[in-house]
């Protein structure tokens, strides 16, 4: 049965026992406080739930297609830095082929310079020339005298690679102190066993530096700080090397002796990425090493 007021339908109603009619509502409201119709409930979670999937697939989309967008990035990007790191091999191998064809022929001149002192030595042999001219007469006659300086084992030999990176007066040897007040970063150490061991530099108020050599140390080298080929500058074919000897699987390619020395900037026992990275820098931008 229905409710009307004034000839309008106002909402059905029930009735219960002896008490008054009671309304039932077609829609929903917040300020009703009648019960509402199941069918009026069900067609409002139908319609939530299918609001509800609507949104869910409208994001799905919008993942996969951010999802393809980010994929196809990454693609590229690898693409383009397979690139250039295939560039860079190609670049470092020419480098390695055009350095060996190099050292080949200055091999070849000092192999043929050898043969000339030979060729000579045979003929100062035929024509009995006297050895002895080329040697201490002196010596030889009278027999070797005592010299007042220190015992030659407890002497410091000084090598510098290359000699150029220092001058002659830019260093000078007291005892077992070296000091070198040339500003040029270098590294100092001495060999031990098959390794290569640094000495710390210890700053004086001139602005020079002085390392202090263990007894026993007779022979200490000087290199360049950073100069992984040894070739007196900071460049990128040192930057390069340092990048193959860390990567390359080949052990010809690792950096030994005199070159893992100069190249090992943070005296680690191994050269890393950081170490080439910061060299890379330095040569690019003419920065200098820290001592």
């Not at 004034?6 to 829609?27: F, S, Y």
Request: charge should be negative.
């Amino acid at each position: 049965m229905g409710l009307y007021l004034d000839g309008k339908r106002m909402a059905p109603v029930i009735g219960v026992g002896n008490g008054g009619p009671i309304a039932i509502d077609d829609e929903l409201s917040r300020e009703s406080e009648n019960p509402v119709q199941n069918k009026v409930i069900t067609e409002r979670i139908d319609n939530l739930e299918e609001s509800i999937y609507n949104e869910m697939e409208m994001m799905g989309s919008e993942f996969d297609g951010n999802l393809a967008d980010l994929t196809e990035y990454v693609n590229n990007r690898f693409e383009v830095m397979g690139s250039e790191f295939d560039g860079e091999i190609a670049d470092l191998t020419n480098y390695v082929d055009n350095r060996f064809e190099s050292l080949g022929s200055e091999l070849d001149e000092q192999f043929d310079e050898i043969d000339q002192r030979l060729v000579k030595l045979d003929w100062d042999k035929v024509n009995k020339l006297d050895f002895l001219t080329a040697l201490d007469v002196h010596t030889l006659w009278y027999g070797e005298e005592e010299s007042s300086e220190e015992d030659p084992e407890s002497k410091l030999n000084v090598h510098i690679v290359p000699t150029s990176i220092i001058g002659e007066n830019e260093y000078k040897v007291e005892g077992r102190v070296l000091t070198i007040y040339s500003q040029v970063i270098c590294k100092v150490g001495y060999e031990d066993v098959d390794d290569m061991v640094a000495i710390g530099a210890i700053t004086n108020p001139d602005g020079s530096h002085s390392f202090e050599v263990p007894e026993g140390i007779n022979d200490v080298y000087v290199v360049l700080k950073g100069d992984a080929n040894l070739d007196g500058v900071i460049t990128m074919e040192d930057a390069d090397l340092m990048l193959t000897s860390v990567h390359s699987e080949n052990p010809e390619d690792d950096l030994k002796g005199l070159n893992f020395f100069a190249a090992n900037i943070n005296n680690n026992e191994t050269i890393t990425d950081s170490d080439a990275i910061l060299i890379s820098i330095i040569a690019s931008r003419n920065n200098e090493i820290k001592w």
